[in-house]
């Protein structure tokens, strides 16, 4: 492969890169913010701003994976060529984007010419997407076999990192395939030991019977989880996680005392309950109706309407729901309320819960294609009674559960990031396999110039989403409040996975589409991580373009 005058970028070269990306998108955002009124205005600008939210999420992406090649250069040879490929992708990108549409995005031409447009940084983006460096990329990724050996400079997470893999791949990883094949229920076997290993309650204070490790272990969790399997382990600790976050955020003293230990422990499993049939990202549009009542001499609410797509919501023992407690719907977010629902927990794919004052719960799964294991639910309401007591905040969080569960859905998105990233990992690990035991044409697929180049993008994007997540788990330590962080990170980790599980499937060849390769799963599991905790445009447009253009 001939590459004449090529010189290899060092970190320098990167932070030159990346410097001038991030550059003309904060111009490209400044005239989108002047242009939509700070964002206002966004919907007659949807178009645009998906593609200024997007590039934005990219270039946060190739700050961070700097920022890590930066600390790991001695530990990890390939690690600046990765940054430097990926800095060069998304420069060239941006510039390309420019070119088609250099009147919406509205960037002097005299701001481009000493940016990506200057010399030096045109030499810099083709040497660092030069097509050997990719090549030797692969090359790497098919001698490790694909295996995350990534540098961590914090113990705790080094230490959660082996561990939570040597659990996963001894308990989760024999009975994936069968639960996917089967679409059967996680077992309760399995939900005991990653309770006793402190799965559910790892960003819990301690005060309140957790592990108060933090998001990074937690996401680090998620993510080795999620590598033997998204639907039967990596997803289980994310509606705990949502639900603590609400709590934490606004419970009151005795709720996160009733109820924070009892999920940490694992004793309560938790169902998210907002998405409804006809309202889905609207979540401003809730119908499902909480009423005040008194019913059997108790004071609380009754709940009457539907919701779909509550996940684990059979095996749950408590949801987490938010309701309609003011009929006045030009109120909008500012007449819900989040309350948490105790049932019983059902096996199957069916259930009816009937409580002796006369209220129901009914709940049907709805078949998918992939994320199998926790069963997704339609949910009916038929005057279902919640003591007072249940409702997060008490008197005080009543109207305002939509902020919480805002809050909580935050951590969800960042939990995503996580889950993503575990599915994009196993994918590249038995693709590198696939390539290094597969011969066609006399010799392993590996050893072909495509196979490589192939494989070094698919890592270096699957990096780059990693340590986006890591920094907005870190972020989220300092703020729990921060929304774009994680929001970036569920939208770049989530494409990734696809691209990335997708790439992999077609280096299989046709045994890629067989239930009997492990790639299959990974491909049909990937197809929902843009869809829940926020559908991609949503996420785009509603949080990371919302909040750029009004900061």
Known sequence: MAEPNVTPVDVAGVEQMVAATDAVVREAIAVASKRTDGGKGIDSEQVHCERIAYAATEVAAARELLNYATAAAAHDPIIVPMAAAFAAEVAHKLSAQIDARTDEFGVPTDRLNVTLGA??????????????????????????????HCFLDNEMASMTRDSVRQFAESEVAPIADPIHHRDDLIPDSLIAKMAELGFFGMSVPEEFGGGGMGNLPMIITTEELSRCSLAAAGSLITRPEILTKALLKGGTDA?????????????????????????????????????????????????????????????????????????????????????????????????????????????????????????????????????????????????????????????????????????????????????????????????????????????????????????????????????????????????????????????????????????????????????????????????????????
């Open 119 to 148: 010399g030096t940084t045109k030499r810099l983006i083709r040497a660092g997407a030069a097509d050997t460096a990719l090549c030797a990329i692969g090359r790497h990724v098919m001698q490790q076999r694909g295996v995350n």
């Open 255 to 551: 709720q996160k005392k009733a109820w924070l230990a009892r999920i940490a422990s694992g004793e309560l499993m938790v169902g998210i309950s907002v998405t409804e049939p006809d309202t889905g990202s609207d979540v401003a549009a809730v119908k499902c109706r909480a009423d005040a009542a008194e019913v059997g001499g108790k004071k609380g609410y009754v709940i009457n309407g539907a919701k779909a797509w509550c996940t684990f919501a059979g095996r749950a023992n408590v949801l987490a729901l938010l309701a309609r407690t003011d009929p006045d719907f030009k109120k909008g977010a500012r007449g819900l309320s989040l309350f948490i629902v105790p049932k019983d927990p059902f096996p199957g794919h069916e259930f009816e819960m009937k409580q002796p004052t006369g209220g129901t719960l009914h709940g049907k799964a709805d078949r998918t294609p992939g994320y199998r294991g926790m069963h997704s639910f339609t949910l009916a309401f038929d005057n279902y009674f919640v003591p007072a007591e249940n409702l997060v905040g008490e008197q005080s969080g009543l109207n305002k559960g939509f902020y919480l569960q805002m809050n909580g859905f935050a951590a969800g998105r960042l939990q995503t990031g996580g889950r993503a990233t575990g599915v994009s990992q196993a994918a590249l690990e038995r693709t590198a396999e696939y390539a290094n035991d597969r011969k066609q044409f006399g010799e392993p697929i590996g050893n072909f110039q495509l196979t490589q180049y192939k494989l070094g993008r698919m890592a270096t994007h699957l990096m780059a989403g990693r340590q986006l997540t890591y920094a907005a788990a870190l972020a989220m330590d300092r703020d729990e409040s921060i929304a774009l962080e994680p929001a970036m990170a569920k939208l770049f980790a989530s494409d990734v996975a696809v691209w990335v599980t997708q790439e992999g499937q077609l280096l299989h060849g046709g045994w890629g589409y067989a239930e009997e390769f492990a790639i299959s799963r990974y491909v049909v599991d990937a197809q929902v991580l843009p869809i829940f905790e926020g559908v991609k445009p949503i996420l785009e447009l509603k949080v990371i373009a919302r909040n750029l253009l009004g900061s």
